[in-house]
């Protein structure tokens, strides 16, 4: 018994998720996800001050402020409801050549966190 225990610690040990968090800070972003029942898919900038979406047609800014490498806060600048006044936290929870995974809720709402896969699709200069 005492052998699968030392054997599961050293194979838990030695795994670990990359996260390499920088190379996401800037670039051009391709997130999908499905709404309700239907694969919906947005295109995004993100700069060092701001976040530009492309979502069905309409685009949105959002100010970018990184807390530190891995979570940022993103804030509408011209929000058009009381919702979309709040800013919502990203966490990169682990990074993959063109990748990252990440959860995000709306700041101080840590009940009703959502996770997503993000691509990489192009650099900025």
Same mark, same amino acid.
């Given at each position: 018994?005492?052998?699968?225990?030392?054997?599961?610690?050293?194979?838990?040990?030695?795994?670990?998720?990359?996260?390499?968090?920088? +190379?996401?800070? #800037?670039?051009?972003?391709?997130?999908? !996800? &499905?709404?309700?029942?239907?694969? /919906?898919?947005?295109?995004? @900038?993100?700069?060092?001050?701001?976040?530009?979406?492309?979502?069905?047609?309409?685009?949105?800014?959002?100010?970018?402020?990184?807390?530190?490498?891995?979570?940022?806060?993103?804030?509408?600048?011209? +929000?058009?409801? #009381?919702?979309?006044?709040?800013?919502? !936290? &990203?966490?990169?929870?682990?990074? /993959?050549?063109?990748?990252? @995974?990440?959860?995000?809720?709306?700041?101080?709402?840590?009940?009703?966190?959502?996770?997503?896969?993000?691509?990489?699709?192009?650099?900025?200069?």
């Amino acid at each position: 018994m005492r052998q699968i225990i030392i054997l599961l610690f050293l194979f838990v040990s030695c795994y670990s998720l990359e996260r390499d968090c920088k +190379p996401f800070q #800037n670039g051009k972003f391709k997130f999908t !996800q &499905i709404i309700d029942g239907e694969l /919906k898919t947005s295109f995004f @900038t993100r700069n060092s001050l701001y976040e530009i979406e492309l979502f069905e047609g309409k685009i949105d800014t959002s100010t970018i402020r990184w807390v530190n490498d891995c979570e940022c806060i993103l804030t509408k600048l011209n +929000p058009k409801n #009381n919702q979309e006044k709040r800013p919502i !936290q &990203i966490r990169i929870l682990s990074t /993959k050549d063109r990748t990252y @995974t990440f959860e995000y809720s709306l700041v101080g709402d840590n009940k009703n966190k959502q996770r997503g896969t993000i691509q990489k699709i192009n650099e900025t200069q």
